[in-house]
């Protein structure tokens, strides 16, 4: 399975709605609150809407269920594989809401929360 998510394919989309704060729903995990503007939050809103494969239909449509009841698989643009990652993913759509992080190299999930943690929003 690890060799198989190294090599080139398809992307999806984990969509989960959830039911509270990340902070909540998912207590074990590092949550991080960075500040957008309304121009940036408006550009991350556009990086999510154009990752979505439409297949030239107005809505996407999910594709098989998600890690979690409230979740969902959905067709994405791009290839996913070792060097474009979730993590590489999350990082460009901060990048490009304004979020002062270099995208590139990011593969983990500890490399994108070192990157992002200077600039965390403190409570």
């Known amino acids: 399975m690890a ?3 190294a090599l080139p394919g398809p992307a999806v989309l984990h969509v989960s709605g959830l039911w509270g704060p990340p902070a909540e729903v998912f207590p074990s995990a590092t949550v991080l609150a960075v500040a957008l503007t309304d121009a940036g ?3 991350l809103i556009a990086f999510l809407g154009s990752s979505f494969d439409r297949a030239g239909a107005a809505r996407a449509t999910a ?5 979690y009841p409230f979740s969902r ?4 643009t791009g290839r996913f594989h070792l060097f474009n990652t979730c993590n590489t ?3 460009n759509g901060l990048a490009a809401a304004g979020v002062a992080i270099a995208p590139e190299g990011v593969q983990t999930a ?3 929360v070192d990157r992002l943690r200077p600039l965390a929003r403190r409570n």
């Open 3 to 5: 060799l198989g998510a």
């Open 41 to 43: 939050l408006a550009r």
């Open 63 to 67: 594709n098989a269920p998600g890690l």
């Open 73 to 76: 698989f959905y067709p994405a």
């Open 89 to 91: 993913w999350t990082a």
């Open 110 to 112: 500890d490399e994108l």
